[in-house]
T-cell receptor, first 111, second 112 residues
Framework: DAGVTQSPTHLIKTRGQQVTLRCSPKSGHDTVSWYQQALGQGPQFIFQYYEEEERQRGNFPDRFSGHQFPNYSSELNVNALLLGDSALYLC??????????FGPGTRLLVL | DAKTTQPPSMDCAEGRAANLPCNHSTISGNEYVYWYRQIHSQGPQYIIHGLKNNETNEMASLIITEDRKSSTLILPHATLRDTAVYYCIVRPPYNQGGKLIFGQGTELSVKP
């Protein structure tokens, strides 16, 4: 049984560009949460998707948006990239309110 | 903001028990205590969680004090592969969001 998968593993972008990160949840999970982890910090909650709707959002600007598809997979989009957006982006899946299981992350570098 | 306080770092000898403390004095009655760990540059790994009673699984044991204001994660026989940052998280119930709020965690170094 595959766990949570994320793509790509690494990504380099320049300021002002847009990026899309992808997440496939663990089999049987219907809820996807996204987190941003800056170097040396704990992960910070971005938002959570359930039934293709954004259910909860953290303190992130509108440049960060997401989507959940009918197969429960999810995308995180970041527009107008800033240097400060460089981080490890983590996806976690759960079955509704259950325990969240994390993927390996996508490391984004903005130059 | 994180609702937990953990020591920034701890050392443990290989083969000995590692006891990682966590204070959560403002925890509410319906909030769970979760533990995750993160090995360098990997995604956080779920370890264990509990509400009131002590819990044990194949990875660790979780001891929650009777007043629920603190807890201890116990790795019974630490190995070098247990070297990681350990996060103690107080998780609100799902109907209040259920998101995970990470603090700085405890960096555990297991030494030979």
């Amino acid at each position: 049984d595959a766990g949570v998968t994320q793509s790509p593993t690494h990504l380099i972008k320049t300021r002002g560009q847009q990026v899309t990160l992808r997440c496939s949840p663990k089999s049987g999970h219907d809820t996807v949460s996204w987190y941003q982890q800056a170097l040396g910090q704990g992960p910070q909650f971005i938002f959570q998707y359930y039934e293709e709707e954004e259910r909860q959002r953290g303190n992130f600007p509108d440049r960060f948006s997401g989507h959940q598809f009918p197969n429960y997979s999810s995308e995180l989009n970041v527009n107008a990239l800033l240097l400060g957006d460089s981080a490890l982006y983590l996806c976690a899946s759960s079955s509704g309110p259950g325990t969240q299981y994390f993927g390996p992350g996508t490391r984004l570098l903005v130059l | 903001d994180a609702k937990t306080t953990q020591p920034p770092s701890m050392d443990c000898a290989e083969g000995r028990a590692a006891n990682l403390p966590c204070n959560h004095s403002t925890i509410s009655g319906n909030e769970y205590v979760y533990w995750y760990r993160q090995i360098h540059s990997q995604g956080p790994q779920y370890i264990i969680h509990g509400l009131k009673n002590n819990e044990t699984n194949e990875m660790a044991s979780l001891i929650i004090t009777e007043d629920r204001k603190s807890s201890t994660l116990i790795l019974p026989h630490a190995t070098l592969r247990d070297t990681a940052v350990y996060y103690c998280i107080v998780r609100p119930p799902y109907n209040q969001g259920g998101k995970l709020i990470f603090g700085q965690g405890t960096e555990l170094s297991v030494k030979p």
